[in-house]
C-alpha cells in the first residue's frame, strides 16, 4: 500500500530524492513517517509529517540535510537528502497512519513500505 523508490548508492556529499506513493488510501491518512534503519541498530525516525496542516519534525542527524515535499495530485512524499553521509547509509522506509503519532517509536505506525536502499560510500 506504500511503495518507496530512489534509493541507491552515492558519495559522500552528493543527493538523492526517495519517493513514497500511498494512493489507496491518501484521504484518510493523518501521518506520514519516514525511517531508516541501518545494519545492526534500531529502525529510527528521522522525519515526521502531519498531513493535517503539513507541519513537519525532523530528525536532529538530518534537520538542515533533509527536506519533504508532497504531490497531492500524485498522492507522493517526497524526501530530498542532500549532503548525504557516510552515516546516512540504511534501508528507508515511509509508514503511514490514520492518526497522529505521539513519540519517535516505529510500533504505532499501521502502514510500511518495503523499504529502499540508500548506500553512501567513499
Known amino acids: 500500500q506504500l511503495v518507496e523508490s530512489g534509493g541507491g548508492l552515492v558519495q559522500p556529499g552528493g543527493s538523492l530524492r526517495l519517493s513514497c506513493v500511498a494512493s489507496?488510501?491518501?484521504?484518510?491518512?493523518?501521518?506520514i513517517g519516514w525511517f531508516r534503519q541501518a545494519p545492526g541498530k534500531k529502525r529510527e525516525r528521522v522525519l515526521y509529517?502531519?498531513?493535517?496542516?503539513?507541519?513537519?519534525v525532523y530528525a536532529d542527524a538530518v534537520v538542515d540535510r533533509f527536506a519533504s515535499s508532497t504531490n497531492n495530485a500524485k498522492s507522493t512524499v517526497y524526501l530530498q537528502m542532500d549532503d548525504l553521509k557516510t552515516g546516512d547509509t540504511a534501508v528507508y522506509y515511509c509508514?503511514?497512519?490514520?492518526?497522529?503519532?505521539?513519540?519517535?517509536?516505529?510500533?504505532?505506525?499501521?502502514?510500511w513500505g518495503q523499504g529502499t536502499q540508500v548506500t553512501v560510500y567513499s
Open positions: 509508514a503511514a497512519d490514520r492518526l497522529p503519532i505521539i513519540g519517535t517509536d516505529d510500533f504505532f505506525w499501521d502502514y
Open positions: 489507496e488510501f491518501t484521504p484518510d491518512l493523518y501521518a
Open positions: 509529517i502531519s498531513l493535517a496542516d503539513g507541519s513537519t
